[in-house]
Antibody
């Protein structure tokens, strides 16, 4: 059964860089897109960005200047870095797989999620 | 302020039916398929519906989805206390070039 395992630092100070990694266990890494989503405490879901196995990325315009998503297909994992964090970046960060078999993006959806990593930004 | 609009909360009695709405625009729901996700407290979201009305394996047929114009609806019949959760709609917005979510609907079964 395919699982997504997340890891990374959970406590940061303002202005530091958030760094998380998501590993794909028991399944293929290629042929999919992969995303990061975050959820502030008590609030809804926000898409951060995506990448495929070739490193083709898209980012949320509101975060684009601070976000980088990279992939290491040889290790079956992908990573998120978010620079210059503030308290507003506090929340649970999820990685997820995009079922992106269709050529057209309008058909895509997120079928597998990691368990989430709580990231707290506090001085 | 979410791009997709959902009611913040809904409630219904066990055994009843509930419909959760998600409204958008021609650049998102009117142009792309919608997926729905269920999130229990303290856990990750789980895919419930994709391509507006298709259920992944393991999701019972008590859950259904429909679409009309720039709105979609998630239906849940035979409500159970175990259906209490937050429900989110999501789709691709071609104008924003971004995946967008609804603000979420907290369902209470009482």
């Amino acid at each position: 059964q395919v699982q997504l395992q997340q890891w990374g630092a959970g406590l940061l100070k303002p202005s530091e860089t958030l760094s998380l990694t998501c590993g794909v266990d028991g399944g293929s890494f290629s042929g999919y897109y992969w995303i990061w989503v975050r959820q502030p405490p008590g609030k809804g879901l926000e898409w951060i960005g995506e990448s495929n196995q070739s490193g083709i990325t898209k980012y949320n315009p509101s975060l684009k200047s601070r976000v980088t998503i990279s992939v290491d297909a040889s290790k079956n994992h992908f990573s998120l870095t978010l620079s210059s964090v503030t308290a507003a970046d506090t929340g649970v960060y999820y990685c997820a797989r995009v079922m992106s078999w269709a050529t057209r993006r309008r058909y895509w959806y997120f079928d597998l999620w990691g368990r989430g990593t709580l990231v707290t930004v506090s001085s | 302020q979410s791009v997709l609009t959902q009611p913040p909360s809904m409630s219904a009695a066990p055994g009843q039916k509930v419909t959760i709405s998600c409204s958008g625009t021609t650049s998102n729901i009117g142009n792309s398929f919608v997926s729905w996700y269920r999130q229990f407290p303290g856990t990750a979201p789980q895919l419930l519906i994709y391509e507006n009305n298709k259920r992944p394996s393991g999701i019972p047929d008590r859950f259904s989805g429909s679409q009309s114009g720039t709105s979609v609806t998630l239906g849940i019949t035979g409500l159970q206390t175990g259906d209490e959760a937050d429900y989110y709609c999501a789709t691709w917005d071609s104008s924003l070039s971004a995946w967008v979510f609804g603000g979420g609907t907290k369902l209470t079964v009482l």
